[in-house]
């Protein structure tokens, strides 16, 4: 055999290995990416395990579309003893709400979810408190910006009907997470507007490691591409959905909680907002935490010095909360 074939036949012995290798460690890193999202949902379809003395109240609707509809949780242990009435109905002195809104990349989840709800309905509805979970419109067939309008569709709905569940329509907390952390502040940037079309006003927002609350910004600066596929490329829509540019004078008070551990730094975020609305006679506050963006949401209701830090926050816009917090 030639030399010339010797060479041919190790180079080509040495490609179909190559290619052997790079086919198995894609297929391996294939595997462990649908693994991993295979966990992922898994984890995101684990629904919650309630504490005795909780009903729920499931897919209540807020609007035509299936999307549109929210979960309210009250507590079925207050009640009298001699009438067997549920007290919160009873009561001169009605509930406080928590509105919460799940993430998700704008594009996934649900209201139902454990790590969205659990820990924080069996802390406080059991402490005299209703909490309302909604589902919203998403990616790719509602932009953010009708996100946004469902949202304040469920609050306005979940505030006409919140004396039906014992609940008082002027003591709502605001809640979100992620993506629904993004929508719950854009909401209260703009309350006075949201205001003038009927909505009742909340005490305060409290929002769950958003990295958007400057859109222009994170769009300008490398991002992920689930930012593209919610925002888009138009600057001017990146200024509308942008909570630090839409806030206005009268907005209530805003508690920003963001993970110490993501890379793209959302507590940066989260202070430049601080200091925005504070220049302007605003209300807001920063609590880092040394937790990853799912432990910030799962956690929150767990016995800790952050959820303690997230209730001393409820607490300073009301009475009442404060009392129940105790």
């Known amino acids: 055999m030639s030399l010339r074939c010797i060479l041919s036949l190790t180079t080509l012995a040495t490609l179909m290995f190559t290619a052997a290798s790079v086919q198995a460690q894609t297929s391996a890193q294939n595997g462990g990416r649908l693994r991993a999202l295979i966990a992922q949902k898994q984890a995101a379809a684990t629904p919650a395990v309630l504490s005795a003395g909780v009903q729920r109240i499931a897919d209540v609707p807020y609007g035509p579309d299936p999307a549109q509809r929210m979960d309210v949780y009250v507590p079925t242990s207050l009640t009298d003893s001699t009438t067997g009435t549920n007290s919160l109905l009873s009561s001169a002195v009605r509930a406080p709400v928590i509105f919460m809104v799940h993430g998700g990349g704008w594009r996934h989840g649900d209201k139902a979810m454990g790590r969205v709800v659990q820990e924080k309905v069996n802390r406080w509805v059991p402490k005299g408190f209703i909490l309302i979970s909604i589902n919203y419109r998403m990616l790719p067939d509602a932009p953010v ?74 769009m300008r600066a490398p991002h992920l591409p689930l930012y593209d596929d919610a925002f888009g490329t138009d600057p001017a829509y990146w200024v509308a959905m942008s909570p630090f540019h839409q806030w206005t004078a009268g907005a209530p008070p805003m508690q ?71």
């Open 256 to 326: 920003m909680v963001c993970s110490a551990q993501r890379a793209d730094d959302p507590c940066q975020q989260s202070d430049a907002m601080a200091r925005h609305v504070r220049n302007q006679g605003g209300r807001a506050e920063v609590l880092p935490q040394d937790l990853d963006h799912g432990e910030i949401n799962a956690q929150l209701g767990l016995d800790s010095d952050y959820t303690r830090a997230v209730e001393a926050f409820m607490g300073s816009l009301d009475a009442e909360v404060a009392r129940r917090l105790q």
């Open 145 to 218: 910006a009708v996100q946004e309008r469902d949202v304040q569709a469920a609050l306005m709905a979940a505030q006409q009907r919140a004396g039906n569940w014992g609940g008082d329509p002027s003591r709502f907390i605001l809640m979100g997470h992620s993506a629904g952390a993004h929508l719950v502040a854009l909401l209260n940037a703009r309350a006075p507007q949201a205001l003038r079309e009927g909505a009742w006003p909340w005490l305060g927002t409290v929002s769950l490691d958003s990295a958007m609350m400057n859109v222009p910004a994170r």
